[in-house]
């Protein structure tokens, strides 16, 4: 899950504990956060950062519900198009599991040949949510000497 540190980061979820992940607009990013079940893990990632890489784990800890800013004529992620009877956009809760005590740069990432294929690792890699290997969940893990372990 992709979040830009200014925006949203890791310490931020740290400080709130639990925090809705809102604001997603990109169908297939959508679609994944739907298939997310309460308990799944994720890897706070922070994008737009110098640099960018893998910055902590977070866990699902609700479902995917109807997100509230597309109704909102307010908010910019506001979409007239979406429905209440008939919701475009979803959005997860996500609480705090693990800040890494040095992020794993995406340079980092792409030069571990195990983690050949990992999505974040590909060029036009641009979703802000996408799913990851559970090798390469460990991989990341192992790499930033995480106390987090995957069963």
């Known amino acids: 899950m992709k979040s830009e540190p200014d925006v949203y980061s890791i310490d ?10 809102d604001g997603v607009r990109n169908y297939q990013a959508r679609n994944f956060m739907r298939e997310m079940a309460v308990g799944d893990l994720a890897i706070f990632y922070h ?18 519900y109807p997100d509230g800013s597309q109704f909102d004529e307010n908010s910019k992620y506001y979409d007239p198009k979406s429905k209440k009877e008939d919701p475009r956009w979803s959005m997860v809760d996500v609480s705090f599991v693990e800040k ?10 792409k030069d571990d040949p195990t983690l050949e294929g990992m999505r ?4 036009g890699s641009r979703l802000s949510v996408q799913p990851v290997e559970k090798a390469h969940f460990k991989r990341v893990l192992k790499m930033a000497n995480a106390r987090t372990k995957l069963h």
């Open 47 to 64: 994008s737009s950062a110098k640099p960018p890489g893998a910055a902590g784990v977070c866990e699902i800890s609700r479902e995917a």
């Open 120 to 123: 974040v690792t590909q060029k």
């Open 12 to 21: 931020h979820l740290e400080r709130d504990g639990t925090e809705s992940w």
């Open 100 to 109: 890494f005590e040095e992020a794993v740069s995406l340079q980092a990432l």
